[in-house]
């Protein structure tokens, strides 16, 4: 990891609802991450879709994460704030000759196994509600991730070109991350491995755009006895801030770390700096999922 005189860290949640425990492990992980490297942590609400945002989830996360003792640095950056930034972005990478229209459907990609073969590239006319992808290029993306180990994509064959304006105009989620991330000096990046396919991609923006790449450390992700990810689409509880000390305790042990008895005897803020001090991120399990139930 960065030096601690450098770390900047973050949460990015998507407002679509309360955080629920696989949150809360995402929001813990980074949170300990950056506190024990004597770093900021940030928090950014990656609000990019109102038909997805009830208006009162972002202040049900602000409130969840204040109960559970996670206290953030600076003030919070709404991606809805950040159209001109994505729209320059975008623009940057169209006067290099990367960009292109696509209207192929989702149905047609997931034809091709979900990788796209790149069949709009050098379409002559420019069709009429599209979306606007990127060229990639034909290399491996390497790197070194801090939990699950060396990681590398050739971009073209296992991904193809990728969406970074959405045909309903809304921009994507690649490109938005890759311009705040560098927007806001983020060091390193602790999240969950449902986002490890993701990040081969965003090197490359981050390469085609001139930012650095940080540091980049993927958690397993919290499933349920389906194996489906905890989400609120898949019906996950809402945190208790009542009580949030058994949850938070749970968090630890789902990330590896090891704890003592005396613990369940203490409260939010002790068990907090207990958990900074003796923060271990190669104890995480190097695995991409974690049934619930094997914790309990």
């Known amino acids: 990891m960065k030096s601690k005189a450098d770390y900047i860290g973050r949460f990015a949640p998507s407002p679509s609802g309360p955080l629920h425990f696989g949150s809360l492990i995402a929001a813990l992980a980074s949170y300990l991450d950056a506190r024990a490297h004597h770093g900021q942590w940030l928090l950014r609400?990656?609000?990019?879709?109102p038909s997805r945002e009830p208006p009162q989830a972002a202040g049900q996360i602000l409130e969840a994460l204040e109960a559970f003792g996670l206290h953030w640095d600076g003030p919070v950056?709404?991606?809805s704030s950040r159209l001109p930034a994505y729209r320059d972005a975008l623009q940057r990478l169209q006067q290099e000759g990367l960009i292109y229209a696509c209207d192929c459907t989702r149905q047609q990609?997931?034809?091709?196994?979900?990788?796209?073969?790149?069949?709009?590239?050098?379409?002559?006319?420019?069709?009429?509600?599209?979306?606007?992808?990127?060229?990639?290029?034909?290399?491996t993306i390497h790197f070194k991730d801090e939990i699950q180990?060396?990681?590398?994509?050739?971009?073209?064959?296992?991904?193809?070109?990728?969406?970074?304006?959405?045909?309903?105009?809304?921009?994507?989620?690649?490109?938005?991350?890759?311009?705040?991330?560098?927007?806001?000096?983020?060091?390193?990046?602790?999240?969950?491995s449902d986002l490890l396919d993701s990040t081969p991609r965003q090197i490359y923006l981050q390469q085609c755009l001139g930012f650095e790449t940080p540091q980049f450390a993927h958690f397993p992700v919290a499933?349920?006895?389906?194996?489906?990810?905890?989400?609120?689409q898949h019906f996950a509880a809402p945190l208790d801030h009542k009580t949030p000390l058994p949850a938070l305790l749970r968090a630890l042990k789902f990330l590896g770390q090891p704890l003592s008895e005396e613990l369940a005897e203490g409260d939010i803020a002790s068990v907090l700096q207990w958990a900074i001090a003796h923060w271990d991120i190669q104890a995480v399990p190097k695995l991409a999922n974690i049934r619930l139930e094997s914790i309990d």
């Not at 609400?45 to 879709?49: K, P, Q, S």
């Not at 034809?111 to 990639?136: E, T």
């Not at 060396?150 to 070109?161: F, I, K, P």
């Not at 499933?223 to 609120?232: C, I």
């Open 109 to 139: 990609i997931q034809g091709l196994g979900g990788v796209y073969d790149n069949r709009c590239r050098d379409r002559k006319d420019v069709p009429q509600d599209c979306a606007l992808r990127v060229k990639v290029a034909d290399r």
């Open 77 to 79: 950056l709404y991606q």
């Open 223 to 232: 499933v349920n006895e389906d194996n489906q990810k905890l989400s609120k």
């Open 45 to 49: 609400m990656e609000d990019l879709d």
């Open 149 to 192: 180990g060396a990681t590398q994509q050739q971009l073209l064959r296992e991904c193809g070109d990728f969406v970074l304006l959405r045909k309903d105009g809304l921009f994507a989620y690649q490109l938005a991350v890759v311009v705040d991330d560098a927007f806001q000096n983020i060091s390193c990046i602790v999240r969950g």
